[in-house]
Structures are given as structure tokens and as C-alpha cells.
Nanobody
Framework: QAQLVESGGGLVQAGGSLRLSCAASGRTFSSYAMGWFRQAPGKEREFVAG????????TYADSVKGRFTIARNSAKNTVYLQMNSLKPEDTAVYYC?????????????????WGQGTQVTVSS
């Protein structure tokens, strides 16, 4: 059973940093594109960042460009999201997702596996 498990969420003050991790198990995701999405209360799930299977291509939402960095360690079957200069509007549940294809897509329906999510709360 393929499984994605996020960790690293928490409460942080505006301007602070967090590093989210997504550990994959049950199968090797090294040939999968990986993405991070988030969902705030009352809002739709939105794309945050994605990384191709090789790590050579990264895509970011405009709202996080220059602040967030996505990376992957295929040997550890893990994807990371480094979040710096956090803002209150970054508050959401963050989800890791895997897509059975090599390239990133920004729509959630394109992804095949999902984690359970980790809460990120940024106080002002």
C-alpha cells in the first residue's frame, strides 16, 4: 500500500521558517513527479510547489516564489518544502501528493496519491 506521510508543520510567527517533509513508503516514487498543495479553511485546495521526477524542474505558485523551496531525496524517498518568510496567509493544511508521471502539474486531480496533511499556522 503506497503511503505518503507529511511532518514538520506547526505554529510559527510571521517571518519565521518551517521545513515540511513527505516520506513515501509502500513503493518507490523516484519516477513520480511530486507536489505540495495547501488548503485553508473555506478555500479550495491550491497548488504550492512541484518537482519533476529527476528534480531538474521545479514549479512554484506565484504567492510563494522566492520564499519556498521544494527538493527531493530519491534515495530516501522523501520530498521537502522549505518555507521561509512565512506570512499569516500561508496558514493552511499542507498536503504532499505524488503523480504517476515525470512532469509537474498544478491541478490536484492530476495526482494519484495523497498524504493526510500537516497543519501550518502563521501568527501575525
Amino acid at each position: 500500500q503506497a503511503q505518503l506521510v507529511e511532518s514538520g508543520g506547526g505554529l510559527v510567527q510571521a517571518g519565521g521558517s518551517l521545513r515540511l517533509s513527505c516520506a513515501a513508503s509502500g513503493r518507490t516514487f523516484s519516477s513520480y513527479a511530486m507536489g505540495w498543495f495547501r488548503q485553508a479553511p473555506g478555500k479550495e485546495r491550491e497548488f504550492v510547489a512541484g518537482i519533476s521526477w529527476s528534480g531538474g524542474s521545479k514549479t512554484y505558485a506565484d504567492s510563494v516564489k522566492g520564499r519556498f523551496t521544494i527538493a527531493r531525496n530519491s534515495a530516501k524517498n522523501t520530498v521537502y518544502l522549505q518555507m521561509n518568510s512565512l506570512k499569516p496567509e500561508d496558514t493552511a493544511v499542507y498536503y504532499c501528493a505524488a503523480r504517476d508521471a515525470t512532469l509537474v502539474r498544478t491541478t490536484s486531480r492530476e495526482y494519484d496519491y495523497w498524504g493526510q496533511g500537516t497543519q501550518v499556522t502563521v501568527s501575525s
